[in-house]
């Protein structure tokens, strides 16, 4: 009988779900009137053989059901109060969800226009060393090319050739000394130079960096390859533009323009890996050839998205950046 009044009384236990059934289960058991407490009563009225037994019995289930009581009683008590602070009548509210920064999202898209092309992606180290941000690319010490790219030198204890880097190419150097041809590769990533800021300038940018090295790379596939990215990312009938320039590791040199409501805007500089940054790095310049680019991509997130100012890519300001 008791062991009958047992499981009936935990199974209802279990379909408990709230407060008001709680007290319900409660009275129906334990109450004054309850099934339990009408058995503890009857003790004293039952034969000496069955009075011990079924009074030992009913103590213990007594012990339990109010155990099992008071442990679920304050969690019920907990959900009541997780729903009472929640006011469900209120009207839905947007979720505030994170978004990629304009030149996070912009190389990426010119990344994956140059893997699609067979290019691997490296990233380098934003802290260089002279030999490799100016020497290996044929800016020796007293070279007048250095005089365009202002420093910033760090100060560590022993070194004093240590540098937030200016461009991406020392990357160049460094795929070379550790890889052999063929190569195709582009390296995004931050570099610092020590200037006064404006509506063109920062001191700190992105540059993504491309190098192609083989046995028979040509001018041709330089300009190919460019054609093919500029067509990617703005559109297949842009007109480009290649005219000379200097880059003391590329000869020749060349700048890239794209055609922008009439006028030429300059987006990347190029060339042929120059013979003197493949004997930097031990490759030999008579059977290597080569062609390195290196563009901006804040300039080119300028004109896609018509911004005016490159300041405001890094002013932290949502106005802006949520419009992206
Ligand atoms: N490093 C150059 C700069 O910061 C850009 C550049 C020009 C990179 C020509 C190249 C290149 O690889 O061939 O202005």
Known sequence: MIGQLKNKSL??????????????????????????????????SLPDDQR?????????LRVLLEDQYKKIKPKLESNLSV???????LPGR??????????????????SAFADMGFNIVEGTESEIEHYNFDLLNIPFDHPARDQ????????????DNLLRTHTSPMQARIMENTEPPIRVITPGKCYRYEATDSTH???????????????????????????FAKRIFGSDRKVRFRCDFFPFVEPGVDMSIDWKGDWI????AGMVHP????????????????????????IAMLRYNIEDIRQFFSNDLRFLSQF
């Open 11 to 44: 199974a209802d236990l279990k379909l408990v779900n709230s407060l008001d059934s709680l007290e319900e289960w409660r009275v129906n058991y334990l109450g004054r009137k309850g099934e339990l407490t009408k058995i503890l009563r009857s003790i004293g």
């Open 52 to 60: 011990k037994k079924i009074g030992s019995e009913s103590n213990l």
């Open 83 to 89: 729903y009472s602070s929640v006011d469900i009548t």
């Open 94 to 111: 947007k979720d505030h969800i994170g978004r990629l920064h304009p030149i996070t999202s912009i190389i990426r898209e010119i990344s």
């Open 149 to 160: 790219w202002d420093t910033i030198w760090l100060d560590r204890p022993n070194r004093k």
């Open 202 to 228: 920062e001191w700190h940018f992105h540059q993504i960096e491309g190098l192609v090295v083989g046995e028979n790379i040509s001018f041709s596939d330089l300009k190919g390859t460019l054609y093919e």
């Open 266 to 269: 300059e987006i990347l500089g």
């Open 276 to 299: 003197k940054v493949f004997q930097g790095v031990g490759y030999d310049p008579d059977k290597y050839k080569g062609f390195a680019f290196g563009m901006g991509p804040e300039r």
